[in-house]
């Protein structure tokens, strides 16, 4: 079964930086497109950033353009969302993401606090 265990979060003072792993197992990694999504305290879910199955493409919300960086190494079967100059507002609950044939599988999800 498909499963997608987040990792990297905690507390960052507002400018500083972090890098979330999401590993993957359970079905062709490297054949499917992967997302971050995060939820903030009393928010809906949104969409962070987005890379396809080679990792050629990468899409973001522009909230985050210019600040985060999606990338995955196939081999690993893993996805990464480094995040710099982060910002109060960026403090959420962090998720992975795959849909697989119209069905969304998420992590837990990690939570980032971004305070001083």
């Known amino acids: 079964q498909v499963q997608l265990v987040e990792s990297g979060g905690g507390l960052v003072q507002p400018g500083g930086s972090l890098r979330l792993s999401c590993a993957a197992s359970g079905f062709t990694f490297s054949n499917w497109a992967m997302r971050w999504y995060r939820q903030a305290p009393g928010k809906e879910r949104e969409l962070v950033a987005g890379i396809t199955d080679t990792g050629a493409g990468t899409k973001y919300a522009d909230s985050v353009k210019g600040r985060f960086t999606i990338s995955r190494d196939n081999s690993k079967n893993t996805v990464y969302l480094q995040m710099n100059s982060l910002k109060p507002e960026d403090t959420a609950v962090y998720y992975c993401?795959?849909?697989?044939?119209?069905?969304?599988?998420w992590g837990k999800g990690t939570l980032i606090t971004v305070s001083s």
């Open positions: 993401n795959v849909n697989k044939y119209g069905t969304d599988y």
